[in-house]
């Protein structure tokens, strides 16, 4: 549901009230696929030793409009706070109404953005934890060019943010990424990279053999652990085997209590 947002579909003939349904249907899609997994693993010999919970996704202002403008932060006149939080506001209303175990704030550019969602998680006492999760491109800053730092004290500043972390940025930065957020917050921290090819924003499509292949990707998986990360996972250009890796990785170097 990343990038599902009422006026998205608005825009293509939907009702507000149809729209509003059709987030909420995700969220309802998501807690059925639960049940099924569950189900159909409820005979295993062996308990699960951590919860599955069902995370409500919102992207940012950048990644309704399309135009790669996510991965640059640059919103050109529809780049002020008001804005922002008019934007977001019903949609994490509706996502928030429909119960999702947590709310992850992702792909987040620019600290204007952070700033526009922290006040919404108070304006409307939303109760659900959340995540807020940036993306970089250099390993210093987030993708606008604002300092990692100052928009990871954003996040820190919020009692209804749970973790903060970094996602959709190339694995080679996470290791950096991870020790500048610890430096401002004491939150948990999560990642999850995409596996480092390019976005062509133009063309609208991922440039190939731009990145790294599952094995290589999954050999940082360790590091990251020992750096403090608490979450990791895989984001855009990752595979279900890349996710298996990383499992089979974390059991190994993080293994549950």
């Known amino acids: 549901m990343f990038q599902a947002t009422i006026q998205g579909f608005e825009s293509k003939g939907f009702s507000k009230e149809q729209s509003e349904n059709l987030l909420t249907k995700s969220v309802e899609i998501a807690h059925e696929a639960r049940e099924m997994f569950l189900k159909q693993h409820s005979d295993q010999s062996t308990p699960m030793h951590r919860p599955i919970l069902v995370a409500a996704s919102i992207g940012s202002y950048g990644a309704y409009l399309a135009d790669g403008s996510e991965y640059s932060g640059d919103y050109g006149e529809a780049g002020t706070l008001e804005f922002l939080k008019d934007f977001h506001r019903r949609r994490l209303q ?14 987040i550019p620019n600290k204007l953005e952070a700033q526009a969602y922290v006040e919404l998680l108070e304006e409307c006492n939303i109760s659900i934890p959340s995540w807020f999760s940036f993306n ?3 390993g210093v800053h987030v993708v606008s060019g604002d300092s990692l730092i100052e928009c990871a004290k ?7 943010v749970g973790a903060v972390g970094i996602n959709c940025t190339p694995p080679r930065f996470i290791h950096s990424l991870i020790l500048t957020i610890q430096k401002v917050t004491d939150k948990p921290i999560l990642i999850y990279p995409n596996s480092g090819e390019r976005y062509d924003a133009e063309k609208k499509e991922w440039v190939e053999s731009t990145g790294v292949s599952d094995g290589d990707f999954v050999s940082y998986v360790s590091e990251w652990c020992k750096d403090g990360a608490a979450l ?14 990383i499992t089979r990785t974390l059991n190994q170097f993080c293994p549950a209590p």
């Open 94 to 107: 509706v996502l928030a109404e429909a119960r999702p175990d947590l709310i992850a704030f992702e792909t």
């Open 136 to 138: 970089s491109k250099d």
């Open 154 to 160: 954003v996040a820190n500043s919020c009692a209804k």
């Open 232 to 245: 990791i996972g895989g984001c855009c250009r990752t595979t279900p085997n890349t996710i298996r890796a």
